[in-house]
């Protein structure tokens, strides 16, 4: 069974940081574009920020952009979310999802591409 794997969650005060990784259980993630979600309590799942199969292609959304950098060592078989300068706003379940398709020079900000998640990390940020 494909599994992803989201850590590094936890609280942390506003203006603080985390950095949150996502690592696969029996598959690679080469050759693949790895999205990065959050859903916060009552809300619909969001996209934050993408990166294509070799770091090459990136794409922030305008909330995350400045402050959140998204990474993968393919080496390491894993990718990473950075986020600095977190907020209370910032707070939430957060997903790490892989889109399928091979070697793409970009990726894509559409949820419905991303076809294998994992089952998300919480990220607590206090005022």
């Known amino acids: 069974q494909l599994e992803l794997v989201e850590s590094g969650g936890g609280l942390v005060q506003a203006g603080g940081s985390l950095k949150l990784s996502c690592a696969p259980s029996?598959?690679?993630?080469?050759?693949?574009?790895i999205g990065w979600f959050r859903q916060a309590p009552g809300k619909e799942r969001e996209v934050l920020s993408c990166?294509?199969?070799?770091?090459?292609?990136?794409m922030y959304v305008d909330s995350v952009k400045g402050r959140f950098t998204i990474s993968r060592d393919n080496a390491k078989n894993t990718a990473y979310l950075q986020m600095n300068s977190l907020k209370p706003e910032d707070t939430a379940v957060y997903f790490c999802?892989?889109?399928?398709?091979?070697?793409?020079?970009?990726?894509?900000?559409?949820?419905?591409?991303?076809?294998?998640w994992g089952r998300g990390t919480q990220v607590t940020v206090s005022s």
């Open positions: 029996g598959f690679t993630l080469v050759g693949s574009a």
């Open positions: 999802a892989v889109d399928w398709r091979p070697s793409l020079d970009f990726c894509s900000v559409a949820e419905e591409q991303y076809a294998t």
């Open positions: 990166i294509n199969h070799n770091g090459g292609g990136t």
